[in-house]
């Protein structure tokens, strides 16, 4: 009271204004914004009013400014009004805004100590394409981290060098960087498959030196071509037989009609020879009724009985015997203009012996 006493009216203004500039400066920047002297409990009240609406807010918020995708911005509003302690001076000012040229040098030098090929120091987690966010003193964060880390400390500090009233920008550094790694790996893959179909094509065309490998490689072209045969083929066995078995009898047509043009009668010599071929082969037994023959120019058997020396011998010209009877009902059974041999399906011409 003695102090007060002793000032004067000039010195208790000031004293009274400065008072006021301190209340005034612990009130709006060290408190809740929202807190009020008058009822203490409002600041409480309103921010427990709604926090999902708030927190939905801010969300649509985040995610219409992450559309706008390389572009980068300051993320802090705009700082708010000088109090009147700062004014007077009696409570330092804020620093000024970063300009575009400072942001540059802090950028340089977090991509100088590699902040965006590491993880983010909150989560520890690699960037990829999520929102990432530049601080002031060049440290990355992921910006979902960042906001986080603030509502838990209730502060505005950096986690890594505890530098308050820091300022944040949107980057995309760790986004680009994580697409060019993106197609790198698929570049990589690409040429990687390129260069393995050319060598397994390659290896199917040119043959090895080694001999192991020179057998391996060509038993598997004949596997090949086996296979290529096989599909080629129909599937249908019994149709592919059967058209071979077509194929075989009009080859066997033709030729029969060729030997039939071609055939000439044997003259006397030939005869001799075909007969001689006969003894030589020593059958004497009709092939159509499997009897007896008589054989030629050799005298008859005794006890040899009249029906067999009646029935005589015919001798065709492809050095075959049978009963001339035999060979009559035969060449009645068939239905061809010239009949065959009914050994060796030739065309014959016949002689009795």
Known sequence: MAMRKDLTPKASNKLVINSVAFQDHITRTLLHPNFSLSDPL??????????????????????????????????????????????LGLVASPAGRLREDEWTRVKA????????????????EEFCLKPQVLLSCSHVFHRACLQAFERFSGRKCCPMCRKEQYETRVIHDAARLFRHQCATRIQACWRGYVARKRYRKLRKS?????????????????????????????????????????????SRRVFQQLERKNVSEPQENDWDRIQSQVIQRGVWDCPICLTGLCRPNLPTEAGTSNHRQHRRTVLLS????????????????????????????????????
């Open 109 to 124: 030098r977090s991509v100088q100590q590699g902040e965006s090929a590491q993880p983010c120091a909150i989560c520890r």
């Open 42 to 87: 409002r600041c409480r009240r309103k921010a427990q009013r709604n926090p999902q609406a708030r927190g939905r807010g801010e969300e649509r918020g985040l995610h219409r400014q992450d559309r706008q995708e390389g572009r980068e911005y300051v993320l802090d509003s705009a700082p708010p009004p000088l109090t009147l302690a700062q004014k």
């Open 318 to 353: 492809c050095s075959h015997l049978f009963h001339q009877l035999c060979l009559e009902a035969f060449e009645a059974y068939t239905t061809e203009s010239r009949p065959s041999c009914p050994l060796c399906r030739s065309v014959y011409h016949k002689k009795l012996i």
């Open 206 to 250: 040119i043959c090895p030196k080694d001999k192991q490998l020179r057998r391996e490689f060509f038993e598997a072209k004949l596997q090949e071509l086996n296979d290529s045969f096989v599909r080629y083929c129909h599937t249908d066995t019994e149709a592919f037989l059967s058209d071979i078995n077509r194929s075989l009898s009009s």
